[in-house]
């Protein structure tokens, strides 16, 4: 008996994505193959009073026949499937979810696999749209305004029994108490806390300037309207605060010394400059490219318009969820305590996924492809910023993975490369502290 007489099949292609195949499959063929999954088994199955090979069939029917039925169903509706995929030449996106069908004939067993396919994707003109290019050339300015960054980093405190001026460093006791009674939150030993840093509320923060070590302060705060915490918004609370410790900051000077902090053996300060410069540019152009990525991905969004599979979206959803789970497991977080759910990345999911499909799509379409010499540029550039860079270099290359993730980044490049070619490309300076994100 040929495959076709023992399968029929239907394709219902009602949604844009989803589609069912109704199959049909003999139940003779099924018992044949269970009869054939029994024989085979009894030559190996092992049953008391009996040697291996010789259980009589009947005996390994009644203890194994459901199994191998299910296992030989499985198998005939796999065939149907797969047979009917590469005959329709679908793609299909996920994996499909078997139903019985109890509508089949005498003599068949009826199933629906339902599954999605991915879309067909046809690239709409670029041409039409805009995109702002933000340009920043690095000076000696940039790279003092980097340094001062860098030296306020390693700003060193020292205990002081003065007053407490503006960016001291304070160590406190405090409670907080509404109405005569402590509330939920308003309470903390050893707070560090810096003069003028904004930490505290401004009612809190008036009475940390002037204060010195050992002294105890109490004094009203009042909490915003809009406060978080409903039952604090818009009420009156009383404070009272030890404070343990008052430290001045000391910053280091830009010498020798300050140069070797950086890396540079020698102390040669110079020497320093031009390092710090280096990664300064390697920094800026990598935030330029960034800020010029997202609109360019912007843009493919918004002219081609797809509908993607859901179980393309789920995988993704899920990925990111996990992926979310190692990084606060990373940081120490039991996740017990903070649950991370695949659904909160759904919006997320969907667009890196609409954009995996219109990138695929725009390489091969437009060739693409990534070239080795680029990887290894990409590869190179970032092997820069260690010590040892042939090192990292022969890391890279030993980790297929890793390496994925220059080779996507490459890919990325390209695709914003071509787009820049054909959109209409608007170059606008930005502000170092705006790209660097340090705008007031």
Same mark, same amino acid.
């Given at each position: ?296 991905? @912007? *843009? &493919?969004?918004?002219? $081609? ?8 979206? =789920? /995988?993704? +959803? !899920? ?87 220059? @080779? *996507? &980044?490459?890919?990325? $490049? ?8 054909? =959109? /209409?490309? +608007? !170059? ?13």
């Amino acid at each position: 008996m040929t495959d076709k007489a023992t399968t029929e099949m239907a394709i219902d292609t009602s949604s844009a994505l989803e589609r069912r195949i109704d199959m049909t499959v003999a139940l003779a063929e099924v018992d044949k193959d269970v009869e054939q999954r029994l024989k085979h088994l009894s030559r190996t199955v092992k049953m008391p009073g009996f040697r291996p090979g010789k259980v009589p069939l009947k005996m390994v029917a009644q203890q194994y026949g459901s199994q191998a039925r299910s296992e030989a169903i499985g198998a005939a509706v796999e065939k149907a499937y797969g047979e009917k995929l590469r005959e329709q030449k679908l793609r299909v996106a996920g994996y499909p979810r078997i139903e019985p069908n109890a509508d089949a004939s005498p003599g068949l067993l009826g199933f629906t696999a339902v599954f999605e396919v991915y879309p067909d994707v046809t690239l709409s003109d670029i041409s039409g749209q805009t995109i702002e290019k933000p340009t920043l050339t690095v000076t000696e300015a940039e790279v003092d305004k980097t340094l001062d960054v860098l030296r306020k980093q390693r700003t060193i405190y020292t205990e002081t029994d003065r007053a407490a001026i503006k960016d001291d460093r304070l160590l406190i006791d405090f409670i907080g108490r509404k109405n005569g009674e402590e509330f939920p939150g308003g309470k903390a030993s050893d707070y560090g806390v810096m003069v003028g840093g904004g930490m505290m509320l401004p009612d809190f923060e008036t009475h940390l300037e002037g204060v010195r070590a050992g002294e105890r302060k109490v004094f009203d705060v009042t909490f915003p309207a809009d406060y978080q915490n409903a039952e604090l918004a818009g009420m009156t609370a009383q404070f009272e605060m030890h404070v343990k410790k008052v430290e001045s900051p000391r910053v280091p000077e830009i010498d020798a010394d300050f140069a070797r902090q950086l890396g540079v053996a020698d102390g040669d300060v110079d020497k320093m400059r031009v390092e710090v410069r280096a990664n300064l540019e390697r920094e800026v152009r990598k935030r330029l490219l960034a800020k010029v990525k997202g609109q360019v991905m @912007e *843009a &493919l969004l918004r002219v $081609n318009p797809i509908e993607v599979p859901k179980a393309l979206v =789920a /995988m993704e +959803s !899920e990925q990111m969820a996990q992926a979310a789970r190692r990084d606060m497991e990373s940081r120490g977080m039991t996740m017990k305590n903070v649950p991370v759910e695949s659904s909160w990345f759904g919006e997320q999911a969907t667009r890196r996924v609409k954009l995996g499909l219109l990138l695929a799509e725009l390489v091969k379409v437009r060739d693409l492809h990534v070239k080795p010499e680029q990887v290894r540029a990409i590869v190179d550039e970032y092997a820069e910023t260690f010590e040892d860079p042939k090192e990292v270099v022969r890391w890279y290359y030993s980790q297929p993975q890793r390496l994925a993730e220059a @080779e *996507a &980044l490459a890919l990325e $490049n390209n695709v914003v490369d071509w787009v820049l070619a054909n =959109a /209409m490309v +608007s !170059e606008t300076p930005i502000a170092f502290d705006e790209l660097m994100g340090n705008a007031a």
